[in-house]
């Protein structure tokens, strides 16, 4: 018998939520029951050094319609997700942080939007609560900032908190990037886009996997993969400072050969010095940003390793139990 056709799939990434994990799969099972029967969430356990794993196969038993997959190491969030999407199935596939800082609930909400035809619907945070001014301030400052420098539309204040239909997964399947930021690249892919609005919920256990470091590599990817602008600015910048130079060499020489007051000169010269040797170095580092990510794209690994899934954990049992007979 065919499988019947799955309306909607939720991919839900997980690391270290152990503590959560029996309120996430009851609160996920109810939205979506609240919306179709064909539906299946998969869970992807992105190396969690807790018994979240554990707690997922448990929620995952004789249920057909909750699924893992269980990454060979910790691949970060973004690659999770994208692990769920290809393994997806549904029409409609939401993507939903696995905390439940994001209310299961408003997938509700956002079904609706996409069966009024919308092929993109985000979750917009009213409020983010239990987030430190410091993480909202520069959450901020970055969305503004990454939305003038590209070219196409970037929503702002957006997480991957959404919903897409299947036509923009099977584009967003071809944007093989490794270093993903796959807000942005949805946004590339433009489509008829909407909103549902939400107030971000504290977390309820454990803390932020997302420290400054991880949040300064997902914007830096974000900038990197969307934006040649900073290899502008180097060259911009580059130019600006050539013609200041120049002028602070018109002005020694007029002090040397003119002015007869030259000589002093060694704060003009450590100051120009440093600042060239700044200036330099900040090129070379946006040029090296660029160039690792070439590298990481021209290696071609496989993005992702999976360990296992809740289909293979199924065919290695019923051949075990074969191999006792
Ligand atoms: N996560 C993941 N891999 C990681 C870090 C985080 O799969 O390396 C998951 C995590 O379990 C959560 C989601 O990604 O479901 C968002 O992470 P987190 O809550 O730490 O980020 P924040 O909400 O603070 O931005
Ligand atoms: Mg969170």
Not at 123 to 132: C, F, I, L, Y
Not at 191 to 219: C, H, I, Q, W
């Amino acid at each position: 018998m065919p499988d019947k056709p799955i309306l909607l799939s939720i991919v839900v990434p997980v690391y270290n939520e152990e503590l959560i994990i029996e309120e996430l799969v009851r609160r996920m099972t109810a939205a979506a029951e609240q919306i179709t029967s064909e539906y299946e969430i998969i869970f992807v356990n992105d190396g969690s050094k807790d018994s979240s794993l554990e707690k997922l196969k448990q929620a995952c038993v004789n249920q057909s319609k909750l699924h893992y997959i269980n990454f060979s190491r910790n691949f970060g969030h973004q690659i999770a997700i994208s692990a769920g999407m290809d393994y997806a199935k549904g029409a409609a596939i939401v993507t939903i942080d696995g905390d439940l800082q994001d209310p299961p609930e408003l997938i509700v909400d956002m079904v609706r939007e996409w069966q009024n035809g919308y092929k993109v619907v985000y979750a917009k945070r009213h409020a983010r609560k239990g987030e430190t001014f410091f993480k909202r301030f520069t959450a901020r400052a970055f969305y503004r900032i990454l939305a003038r420098m590209v070219s196409f539309e970037i929503p702002v204040d957006v997480g991957d908190f959404r919903l897409i239909s299947r036509d923009v997964l099977e584009y967003l399947k071809q944007m093989k990037e490794y270093d993903k930021y796959i807000r942005g690249q949805i946004a590339w892919l433009g489509f008829k886009s909407t909103y549902v609005y939400f107030d971000r919920d504290e977390r309820k256990f454990g803390k932020t996997n997302y420290p400054f470091k991880k949040m300064l590599k997902l914007a830096f990817n974000g900038i990197t993969a969307f934006s040649d602008s900073p290899l502008k600015w180097a060259t911009t910048l580059g130019f600006i400072v050539c013609a200041f130079s120049f002028l602070v060499g018109v002005y020694a020489l007029l002090s040397y050969f003119v002015w007869h007051n030259a000589v002093r000169g060694w704060a003009s010269l450590i100051i120009s010095t440093t600042f060239l040797g700044g200036v330099q170095l900040l090129s070379i580092g946006i040029i090296g940003e660029y160039i690792a990510r070439i590298i990481s794209n021209v290696r071609q690994r496989p993005l992702y390793v999976v360990d296992a899934t809740d289909e293979t954990d199924k065919t290695d049992e019923e051949s075990k139990e074969v191999g006792v007979k």
